[in-house]
C-alpha cells in the first residue's frame, strides 16, 4: 500500500509542476511573438528554435533510419547540388544542412528543423528539371524558415495547456517529441497523425519559396509551370492528392504568376544564375501525360 504522504507528496508535486508549466505557456503568449519572413504575419511560438531544431535532427535520423533510401545517384547529386545552393541563398549558418533522396515512389518532399531535408523519387519526374526541383524544395525549407511546425505546436500547447506537456514527461518523452516534430512538419503514417498546414501557411511558404529560389539563382517562372504540371500528373486517377488542405494547383500556380514581377526583380541582381538548371534524368510528365509508373497510394515515411 502505497504511502499517503508520498502520494499526497505526489499529488502536490504535479499540481506545482502543472502551475509552473502552465505559467511558461502564458509567458511564451506574451514573450514568444515574432513575425514571419517575407509576410511580416504576426506568430505566436513558444518552443525556442534551439529546442525545435534540435527535435528536427532527431526526428530527421529516425526517418533516415527507417526508410528505404534511394540509390539513384543522378536523383542524389541534384537534390544536393539545389539544396546546397538554396541552403546558401537562406543563409541561416546555425543549420545543419542535410539533403537525401528517399526511395519512395509517392510524389512529397519534406523539410525539418535544422536544415533537414528528404526528396522522394516520385516527384522528381514531375519536377522536370533542377528550377522545378527547386520549387519543391524552396516550398518546404520555407515552412521551416517560417517556423511553421513551430507555430502549430506552440498553439497546441496554449489549447492543451499543461496537461499536454505533461503526458510528454514521461519515459517516452523524447520519442513523443519526435512524433510531434514530424506530425507538425507534415511528416506521415507510423510516425505520428498528419497535421496538415494551413492554406494560409501553404500559400505564406509558397512566397517565401519563389523568392528564395530566385535568390538561388533558379527562374522563378518555373514554380507556377511545376504546379501545372503536378495537376496534370494528378489528373491520372492511380495519383493521390497532395494534401486537402492545400490550394488548388490552379489557384497556387495563379498566385506565384502574381508574384513573378517580385521575383525576376530578385532574379534579375542574383550574379549567377542556372535558370532551369539541368534537366531530370528518365521519363517526362507533360500537361495531361503521366508517363511514368503511378506512385504507390499517397502514406509516405
Known sequence: MPSPIRTICGQQGR???AVLLLGTIVAGVFYGCRNAPVTGRNQVLILPETQENALGIAAYRTVM????????????????????????????????????VLASQS?????????????????????????GLAVVMSHEIAHVLARHGGERMSHGLIAEGAEQILKAGTQDKEAEQQK??????????????????????????DSIGLLLMANAGYDP??????????AAAKSNPEVPEFFSTHPSDAERAAALREQLP????????VAVKHGLGEPIPG???????????????????
Open 283 to 301: 521519363e517526362v510528365v507533360q500537361a495531361g501525360n503521366f508517363t511514368e509508373k503511378p506512385p504507390v497510394p499517397f502514406n509516405p515515411f
Open 180 to 205: 510531434q516534430i514530424l506530425a507538425a512538419y507534415g511528416v506521415v503514417s507510423q510516425y505520428g497523425a498528419l497535421l496538415p498546414y494551413s492554406r494560409q501557411h501553404e500559400s505564406e511558404a
Open 221 to 230: 517562372s518555373e514554380a507556377p509551370r511545376f504546379w501545372e504540371r503536378f
Open 107 to 131: 510524389p512529397n518532399a519534406f523539410a525539418l528543423p535544422g536544415g533537414k531535408v528528404a526528396v522522394n523519387e516520385g516527384i522528381m519526374p514531375i519536377c522536370q528539371n533542377e528550377a
Open 262 to 269: 517580385g521575383a525576376n526583380a530578385k532574379y534579375a541582381q
Open 15 to 17: 499540481c506545482l509542476t
Open 65 to 100: 533510419a527507417t526508410e528505404p533510401i534511394s540509390t539513384n545517384q543522378k536523383y542524389i547529386e541534384m537534390v544536393r547540388r539545389v539544396g546546397e545552393r538554396l541552403a546558401n541563398a537562406a543563409n541561416r549558418p546555425n543549420f545543419e544542412w542535410e539533403f537525401n
